[in-house]
C-alpha cells in the first residue's frame, strides 16, 4: 500500500503551560547550529524529559522546525525516508516531490541516489532550519541507521539534525565528536538539580514539601523526573507525606512499579480501566477510546487525563491525537495483561476492526497479529499485497507473514506465494520452494506442469481472487529466480518461458523480468547472443513499464555480454546510450550509473587510454559519493586494479583486489570473472607461483575438466600458471597444456565469444614461443590480431610483456597486419619495452643504491609527500584505501631508512626519485 502519512508524527508537541524552565540546558541546545555542528544527539533513559525539553527549546526557537515522532514501523527504510520527506515539506512545501514519487515507485533507485537528490533539493532552502527525530530508538534497522548517517555526512549547512533517544545510535558519533561537530546532553545534563526538582514538585505539581523532603526526593530518584512526578501523582491527598516518601527506593524500574501502583490504587474503577484498556495503544484519540473501551467521552477523558499531568503526550496542536509516555504505557501494559489478560485479544480486535474502517491497514493488521487474531490478520495482509509491494515494503510485509501459523498459509496460496516472492526478494532462498509448492497443491499442478487457471478450490482460503487467477505466472516467476539463484540454466529458462507463455502482451513488468531472466541465463550458459537477445527484450519491457531505472542499469549487463563477444565498439556503444538516457532523469541519478563509468575505464583501459579510464573510474567515484555506491561495488577496484597492472604496479593491484574480495556479494549476474582467479594471474605476473599453485589445489581445477563458460576464466587462468612453471623450470607437459588450449578454443568459438578466443589464440602463441617454435606461434598469433584489430584491442597484447612484444615484432617483419603490429609496437615502447629483441630497460641508477627499490605505487604516494595533502586526501588523490596509504607509507620508510614525510622527501631528492 502507498505508505499513508500520519499526521500526529509531524506536530511539534506544544510546550507545557506549566513546566520547570531549564535555560542551562536551551543555551546548550542553542550553541550548537550556530558553532558549525552538524548533529545534536539528546540521549537518556525513558522519563528525564528528553521530548519536554526539546519542546520548550522549539518554543522559543526563531528558526523553521520541521518534526518526526518515529516508532518502530520506520525501521523500512522507504517508510522512513517518505515520512522524513514529508516532514520537511512542513517548512518547504516544494522540497522533495520528486523524490516521495521514486520511493512510491515500483522499483525505486537505489536509497543513497535518492538521498543526493533530497540532500540537492535541501540545499535550495534558503533559512537555517532544525530538523528533529524524537525517538529515534524505536527504529531497529541497519538500513535506516545508514540512512541516517549518509545524510549527516553529506548534510547541507543550513540544516541542523537533533536526535532523541534512549540508546545512542549507530552512527559515526566518535568522528563527529572529534571534529567538534556534535552536541550532546545525556543523563547528567538532564537529571533535575534540587532546585530544579523543588520547583516541580511544589510548583508544577502543586505540593507543600519542605526542603528535607525534596532533597530526600531527589536523592532517592537522582533527579529523574518521571520518578519525581509519579511521586508526585501518589503524594496528591496522602496524609503522611515524609512516611511515603521514605518508603520506596530502588532501581528506576522498582520505583515506576511501585509508583504506578499507587496512582492506579488511588483512580476512580472507570478511569482506571480506561488507562488499562487503552494501553494497548501507541497513539489515542476519542473515537478510537470509544471503540476500544465500549464506551463514550474518550475525548474529554483524554482531555482531563492530560491537564492532570497523566504522562499523556499530545501529538497535535488541536489535541486530537495523544500517546502516553513509552515508560507509563509499559507498566499500564503490565498491570492489564495481569489483572484483565482475558480482556487483551478483544482490545486488539476493537482496535483493528476501528483502524480497518478508518482507512490505516497497517495498524489494523498489528492489532490482529498483537490479538492473535490470525485469521483477521491474513485476510488483511492478503487484500494489502499489492499496494506494499508496489511501494516496496517488502521487509514489512515479510514480518507479517512470518508472524502467520504455518497452517495458515497453506491453506491461502495468494499468501505462499507473495511469501515466496519476499523470500527470494531478501534472498532467502531455502523456504521458498516450499511455499511454491504450498501453492502449487491447491492449482492442481506440480512444479514440473502449468498451473491450471479454474475457480478457486472449496478447500483453500482466498480473499483477492484477482490475484489468485495471477497465481500460475506468478509462480512461474518466482521458480525463475530460485532456479537462477541456485545456477540451474535449464530450469531458470524453462520456467522464465512459462512465464511469457502465461502472461498478457500488456503485462510488460512482469514479461521484462522473465525475459531478462532468460537473458541471465543465457549468459551463464555460455549462449552470449540469446542472452543479449533476450535480456534487451527483458530491458524494453521493463522500459515500457515506466521501470526506467531498471532499464538503464540493465545496460551494463548488456556490455558486459558484448565484451565477452569480443564486440567492444558495441559496448562502448551500450553504455553511452544508457548513459545519454540517465541523463534525460534529471536530479535523479539512476541506479547503475556509477557502475556505467566502470564498465567505460575497462573498455578505455583495453584501448590502452589509461587516462581515459582513470578518470572513469574518478567519475564513478564522484557519483557514488553523491548519489550512492555502485550496485556491484567490487567492480570498481578490479578496475582499478587492473589500471594499476597497465602502470607496473602489481603490489597495488593485489591491494585492491583483496578489497574487491570483501565488497563482493553474489547475484542473479554469473561470475565469470572470479576475483580470486584476478589475483591469481597478478601472482602469475609476480613470479608467485607458490601462491597460484594454492589457488589451483584449492579449486581442484585440472587440464581434464569438463569445460563451462562459468569456468573458462579460471581454466585460462590455470594455463597461464602452466605456461609460468613451464618457463621457469621445464617440468610441466607443454604439450597437454597446448591440447587443453585447443578445447578450450572449439568451446568458445562455438560459444561466440571472442574475447576468449583472442587471449586463448594468444596464450597458444605464446606456448609455442616457449618451445622456441616461433613460426609455430605467429599462426594463432595472426588469427588473433585479425580478431582484435576491428576492436581496438591493445592492453591483452601489452599484458604480457616482452616475450608478446618480441612475437609481434617478428610479426611486422614478415609483414603480418603492418599497421596493427606498428601501432601496438608504438605502445609496447611507450611501456618502456622498446628494445623488444634484449631484456626490458634497467630501473634507473638513483634507485640502484637502495637495497630494495620503491614501486611505482610508492614513488606515486612518495611524491605526494611533497605537499601539503594528508593521508585522507592522498587517498583520494590516488582513488586507494587509506589503509593501502599507510602500507606504503611504512614501505617507503623503512627502504629511505627515515621515520618522517619530511625525512622522505630529503632523501628521496638526493637519490633523484622525486
Not at 437 to 458: I, M, N, V
Not at 586 to 606: F, K
Not at 769 to 794: F, H, N, S, W
Request: charged residues 20%; hydrophobic residues 40%.
Amino acid at each position: 500500500m502507498p505508505t499513508s502519512i500520519l499526521a500526529t508524527k509531524l506536530y511539534i508537541p506544544p510546550a507545557r503551560s506549566q513546566l520547570v524552565l531549564r535555560p542551562r540546558l536551551i543555551e546548550r541546545l542553542n550553541e550548537g547550529h550556530p558553532l558549525g555542528r552538524k548533529l545534536t544527539i539528546i540521549s537518556a533513559p525513558a522519563g528525564f524529559g528528553k521530548t519536554t525539553l526539546i519542546s520548550e527549546w522549539v518554543a522559543g526557537c526563531d528558526r523553521p522546525i520541521a518534526w518526526l515522532s518515529l516508532d518502530d514501523g520506520d525501521s523500512d527504510p522507504i517508510r522512513f525516508l517518505i515520512y522524513l520527506v514529508t516532514a520537511l515539506q512542513t517548512i518547504a512545501p516544494n522540497v522533495g516531490e520528486v523524490v516521495l514519487s521514486l520511493l512510491r515507485s515500483p522499483q525505486p533507485p537505489p536509497t543513497e541516489s535518492i538521498l543526493i537528490a533530497l540532500l540537492n533539493e535541501i540545499t535550495t532552502i534558503q533559512d537555517n532550519f532544525i530538523f528533529i527525530l524524537d525517538d529515534y530508538h524505536l527504529t531497529d534497522s541497519k538500513e535506516v541507521d545508514n540512512v541516517l548517517t549518509f545524510l549527516v555526512e553529506h548534510q547541507p549547512p543550513q540544516m541542523h539534525l537533533v536526535i532523541t533517544t534512549r540508546e545512542d545510535p549507530n552512527l559515526p558519533l566518535a568522528q563527529l565528536r572529534a571534529r567538534g561537530k556534535l552536541t550532546e546532553l545525556r543523563i547528567a545534563d538532564l537529571r533535575f538539580t534540587p532546585a530544579e526538582a523543588g520547583e516541580f514538585l511544589n510548583k508544577v505539581m502543586g505540593l507543600n514539601l519542605s526542603a528535607e523532603n525534596i532533597s530526600v526526593l531527589e536523592a532517592r530518584t537522582e533527579g529523574w523526573i518521571a520518578g519525581l512526578q509519579l511521586a508526585a501523582l501518589s503524594m496528591q491527598g496522602h496524609q503522611d507525606v515524609s512516611g511515603f516518601i521514605q518508603a520506596f527506593a530502588g532501581d528506576h524500574r522498582y520505583i515506576v512499579d511501585y509508583l504506578v501502583e499507587e496512582v492506579l490504587q488511588r483512580q476512580p474503577e472507570s478511569i482506571r480501566n480506561f488507562l488499562l484498556q487503552t494501553a494497548i495503544l501507541e497513539r489515542l484519540n476519542g473515537p478510537l477510546c470509544d471503540a476500544i473501551t465500549s464506551q463514550s467521552g474518550g475525548k474529554a477523558r483524554l482531555e482531563t487525563l492530560q491537564r492532570g499531568n497523566f504522562f499523556l503526550i499530545p501529538l497535535d496542536d488541536k489535541r486530537h491525537w495523544y500517546r502516553y509516555h513509552h515508560l507509563f504505557a509499559d507498566v499500564l501494559h503490565m498491570h492489564l495483561m495481569t489483572e484483565q489478560p482475558d480482556q487483551v485479544p478483544a482490545l486488539h480486535q476493537r482496535a483493528s476492526e476501528w483502524y480497518e474502517q478508518n482507512d490505516s491497514p497497517a495498524d489494523a493488521i498489528r492489532h490482529a497479529l498483537a490479538g492473535a487474531d490470525f485469521e483477521r490478520a491474513a485476510k488483511l495482509i492478503e487484500l494489502a499485497i499489492p499496494a506494499m509491494s508496489k511501494s516496496r515494503q517488502e521487509a514489512a510485509l515479510l514480518g507479517w507473514l512470518k508472524s502467520l501459523p504455518n497452517e495458515l498459509i497453506r491453506a491461502r496460496p495468494v499468501l505462499s506465494v507473495a511469501y515466496a516472492h519476499v523470500l527470494l526478494d531478501g534472498g532467502e532462498i531455502d523456504g521458498v520452494d516450499d511455499r511454491l509448492r504450498d501453492a502449487e497443491q491447491w492449482l492442481g499442478t506440480t512444479a514440473d506442469g502449468h498451473a491450471q487457471s479454474g475457480a478457486p478450490s472449496a478447500a483453500m482460503i482466498v480473499v483477492d481472487n484477482e490475484a489468485f487467477y495471477r497465481l500460475p505466472g506468478a509462480i512461474a516467476v518466482a521458480r525463475a529466480g530460485l532456479s537462477l539463484a541456485r545456477g540451474d540454466v535449464a530450469d531458470t529458462m524453462k520456467y522464465a518461458r512459462q512465464v511469457l507463455d502465461l502472461l498478457p502482451e500488456d503485462d510488460h513488468l512482469n514479461r521484462g523480468g522473465a525475459a531478462g531472466f532468460l537473458g541471465l541465463a543465457g549468459w551463464t550458459g555460455g549462449d552470449l547472443e540469446s542472452a543479449h537477445c533476450a535480456f534487451a527484450e527483458g530491458m524494453a519491457q521493463l522500459q515500457m513499464a515506466g521501470n526506467i531505472s531498471d532499464a538503464i542499469g540493465g545496460a551494463i549487463t548488456l556490455a558486459d555480454i558484448r565484451m565477452a563477444q569480443g564486440r567492444l565498439r558495441e559496448a562502448m556503444s551500450t553504455y553511452e546510450q544508457a548513459l545519454q538516457l540517465a541523463k534525460k532523469q534529471g536530479a535523479i541519478v539512476p541506479r547503475g550509473t556509477s557502475d556505467m563509468y566502470v564498465g567505460l575505464s575497462e573498455l578505455h583501459r583495453e584501448h590502452n587510454d589509461l587516462h581515459a579510464a582513470t578518470q572513469d573510474l574518478l567519475r564513478s567515484k564522484d557519483l557514488g559519493e553523491h548519489t550512492g555506491f555502485p550496485q556491484n561495488r567490487y567492480r570498481f577496484p578490479v578496475a582499478m586494479a587492473r589500471i594499476r597492472e597497465s602502470q607496473g604496479d602489481l603490489d597495488g593491484a593485489l591491494d585492491l583486489l583483496d578489497e574487491a574480495e570483501r565488497l563482493y556479494v553474489s547475484s542473479f549476474s554469473p561470475n565469470v570473472r572470479p576475483v580470486a582467479a584476478l589475483k591469481t594471474r597478478v601472482w602469475i605476473a609476480q613470479d608467485s607461483l607458490g601462491e597460484a599453485l594454492d589457488w589451483v589445489q584449492k579449486n581442484g581445477l585440472s587440464t581434464h575438466d569438463e569445460l563451462t563458460y562459468l569456468h573458462e576464466f579460471e581454466h585460462i587462468t590455470l594455463v597461464r600458471f602452466f605456461l609460468a612453471r613451464y618457463k621457469s623450470d621445464n617440468t610441466d607437459n607443454i604439450s597437454e597444456t597446448i591440447g587443453f588450449l585447443e578445447r578450450l578454443l572449439k568451446a568458445a568459438q562455438e560459444g561466440g565469444r571472442t574475447g576468449s578466443v583472442i587471449e586463448i589464440l594468444i596464450l597458444q602463441a605464446l606456448a609455442h614461443q616457449a618451445q622456441g617454435d616461433v613460426p609455430a606461434a605467429l599462426v594463432p598469433l595472426q588469427q588473433a590480431l585479425t580478431l582484435a584489430e576491428p576492436e581496438g584491442y591493445i592492453c591483452t597484447f601489452l599484458d604480457e610483456g616482452l616475450p608478446m612484444a618480441q612475437l609481434i615484432l617478428e610479426a611486422s617483419k614478415r609483414g603480418i597486419m603492418p599497421d596493427y603490429t606498428g601501432k601496438l609496437l608504438v605502445a609496447f615502447e611507450a611501456q618502456g619495452q622498446g628494445n623488444v629483441s634484449a631484456s626490458p630497460i634497467p630501473a634507473p641508477r638513483a634507485s640502484q643504491s637502495l637495497i630494495e627499490p620503491l614501486s611505482q605505487r610508492e614513488l606515486e604516494v612518495l611524491r605526494l609527500f611533497k605537499t601539503d595533502l594528508l593521508g585522507p586526501e592522498i587517498a583520494d588523490q590516488l582513488v586507494i584505501a587509506l589503509s593501502t596509504v599507510r602500507t606504503h607509507t611504512k614501505s617507503i620508510y623503512s627502504k629511505l631508512n627515515v621515520n618522517d614525510r619530511r625525512a622522505a622527501v630529503k632523501r628521496a631528492a638526493e637519490l633523484n626519485l622525486i
